[in-house]
């Protein structure tokens, strides 16, 4: 069993919409979430920490953490075509908080 | 503030040859993780120190995966001997403590012939 799911993809959003990423965990005692961005041929590049349930902003990023329902999501607002990229979604587990990775959603914005 | 440093980006090699990759995390930071990516996954977790002890090494092929991090800074990740299969990027990342924010290194490109 996936410890942390999310759909591959490719999501196709046209330009300037908003993009809705979304991850499941199976976790309940995980505390901290995070969403990465990975460009190709690049390493992962951190976008957003969320640790308790609710709405986080930065800029036209907006995470959102529902612990009950065990699911975290990504929102990008008026999207651009330099936010084509592979979104990782990652879950702190365990006591030892290890840092586990989904598969990734892979996010292509056309003009 | 410098970032994750590793070494070399490239290395191609052998089946059955070694190979050892080097980590620097950023100052101050206490964890520090090894992840093997391969093409179209995400990061998987190898090995798991906080300063110089492991935390979790559970999903590290310990017949053929070793590290270590000898005095709580700099990290090593050797393969004795590799495989094919072992053809990822591996990526090293810290964070100032577990479970707060992990910042990534540049990785390293192996590709095993």
């Known amino acids: 069993q996936k410890e942390v799911e999310q759909n591959s993809g490719p999501l196709s959003v046209p330009e300037g919409a908003i993009a809705s990423l979304n991850c499941t965990y199976s976790?309940?005692?995980?505390?901290?979430f995070f969403w990465y961005r990975q460009y190709s041929g690049k390493s992962p590049e951190l976008i957003m920490s969320?640790?308790?349930?609710g709405d986080k902003e930065d800029g036209r990023f907006t995470a959102q953490l529902n612990k009950a329902s065990q699911y975290v999501s990504l929102l990008i607002r008026d999207s651009q075509p330099s936010d084509s990229a592979t979104y990782l979604c990652?879950?702190?587990?365990?006591?030892?908080?290890?840092?586990?990775f989904g598969s990734g959603t892979r996010l292509s914005i056309r003009p | 503030e410098a970032g994750v440093a590793q070494s070399p980006r490239y290395k191609i090699i052998e089946k059955r040859q070694s190979v050892a990759f080097w980590c620097n995390p950023i100052?101050?930071?206490?964890?520090l993780y090894w992840y093997q990516q391969i093409l179209g996954q995400g990061p998987k977790l190898l090995i798991q120190?906080?300063?110089?002890?492991?935390?979790?090494d559970s999903q590290l092929p310990k017949d053929r995966f070793s590290a270590e991090r000898l005095k709580g800074v700099d990290s090593t990740l050797k393969i004795q001997p590799a495989k094919l299969e072992d053809s990822a990027v591996y990526l090293c990342?810290?964070?100032?403590?577990?479970?707060?924010?992990?910042?990534f290194g540049q990785g390293t490109r192996l590709t095993v012939v």
């Open positions: 990342a810290s964070s100032l403590r577990q479970g707060s924010e992990a910042f």
């Open positions: 976790d309940r005692v995980s505390q901290s």
């Open positions: 969320i640790y308790s349930n």
């Open positions: 990652a879950v702190g587990y365990s006591s030892a908080s290890k840092i586990i």
């Open positions: 100052s101050g930071h206490a964890t």
């Open positions: 120190f906080q300063n110089n002890g492991v935390v979790d």
